[in-house]
Nanobody, 123 residues
Framework: QVQLVESGGGFVQAGGSLRLSCEAS????????LAWFRQAPGKERDFVGL????????YYKDAVKGRFTISRDNAQNTVYLEMNSLGPEDTAVYYC????????????????WGQGTQVTVSS
């Protein structure tokens, strides 16, 4: 069983930055592919990006490329989402997720989820 706990959300003005963290309680953390999703009010949960087990590969949705960076620290069982140049369109609840698969961009491909953290960007 894997438990994920996000932190770092909050309120920021457009153009600002935030760093989200997600700490996992998992003995096999290094064997998990980790991802971030987000869900805006009235919309479906949407893929943001992922990082491979050994951190060798990252992949992002086009809308966040060049602005968001995912990293992980396997020694600390933590994955991060660094968000820069934020805009109102980035306002959402952000979730970290984990899977034993080697890849996945759909929510159904992830077995474990955090509770989510709210990010609000004002214009």
């Amino acid at each position: 069983q894997v438990q994920l706990v996000e932190s770092g959300g909050g309120f920021v003005q457009a153009g600002g930055s935030l760093r989200l963290s997600c700490e996992a309680s998992a003995r096999s953390f290094s064997s998990l592919t980790l991802a971030w999703f987000r869900q805006a009010p009235g919309k479906e949960r949407d893929f943001v990006g992922l990082i491979s087990r050994n951190a060798g590969t990252t992949y992002y949705k086009d809308a966040v490329k060049g602005r968001f960076t995912i990293s992980r620290d396997n020694a600390q069982n933590t994955v991060y989402l660094e968000m820069n140049s934020l805009g109102p369109e980035d306002t959402a609840v952000y979730y970290c997720a984990a899977t034993s698969r080697s890849w996945g961009t759909w929510p159904r491909e992830y077995d474990y989820w955090g509770q989510g953290t709210q990010v609000t960007v004002s214009s």
